[in-house]
Every structure is written in C-alpha cells, then in structure tokens.
C-alpha cells in the first residue's frame, strides 16, 4: 500500500465515525442530562443538582453539594458529561460501525451504557466519576444510565440518517 494512501484512508474510516459518535454522544449527554436534572429535582429541589457535581472534577467535593445553576458549576458539569458521552459514543460507534440495523444498534448502546457504569464507578478514581451518586438515588442512576443507553441508541439511528455511512449490503473493504 503506498504511503500516500494511508491519510486517506484512516480519513474514510475514521471521520465518518467521529461525526456519527459527535451524534449519538450528543444525543445521550441530552437525555440522560435530563433524566439527572428531574431526579435531581425529585431528591434535592433542584435542576441543576446533578450536572453541577460532575464539576468536581475542576472544583472538588464542594461542586457536588452545589444546588444553584452557575457558569462555574452547571455548565462546567455539562460541558465534563457531554465530552464524556462523545468518548463512549465513539467505542459504541466503533463497536456497530457501519450497522443499521437496529437491535443491534440497542445492543450495543446497552452494553455501552452498562459498561460506562462501571468504568465510572467502580474502575476510575472517585476524583474522576461523575458524581450523579451524591444527589440521585440509586433508581434514578439505574434510569440516568438506561437514558445514557437510550440516547447512544436512538443518536446512533439518527446519525445514520443525517450523516449517512454504508447502506446494509454494500461492499466493505
């Protein structure tokens, strides 16, 4: 192969990809920011609770008691899970490539979703997770991460109409 291909080549593969997961990554940071913001609300009163103690990250522990929207906090926290959701929706969309077909889409977002849970809480430092746990209740992560898994999913299905890939039966190199 010439070395002159190469560019090319990791380009057709590797844009494509990084547009769709921009989609799907922002699709599942919206939805399941919502599912936080209203069992935030349920638990302590407040929206924007949850999405402020992803801030921790740049603020410290203090970040995670933080219940008024802020610069500071709210969009920091979201800003910290929207980068978060694109980084998985870019191992999900590696994981379907260029599959349409829609279980297997649900499947992987799932898998994804379930995956992303214990990285977050289990593997990564408590410094680094995002710190939904210490203003939702343990249903409501339950539902925050299903909602994370619905968004990846239905981004997914929403990229491939937008952006477009390889239709089933196409050739594959």
Partial sequence: M???SRPSSWRRQWVPLAK???VSGSVASVVSTLVISLCGRRRSGSLSAGTNATSHWLWGDRARHRAQPSLRHTAVGYA???ASSVFWAVLHERAV???HDSLAIASSAGAIA???YVVDYHVVPRRLNPGFESRL???AMLATYSAFGAGL???ALIARRVIGGQRPGASRR
Wanted: hydrophobic share 40%; glycine share 10%.
């Fill in 20 to 22: 769709r997961a921009f």
């Fill in 97 to 99: 490539r260029n599959r």
């Fill in 80 to 82: 910290i899970h929207h």
């Fill in 153 to 155: 999913g239905l981004g």
């Fill in 2 to 4: 010439p070395a002159n």
């Fill in 137 to 139: 209740s343990p249903p």
């Fill in 114 to 116: 379930a995956v992303a």
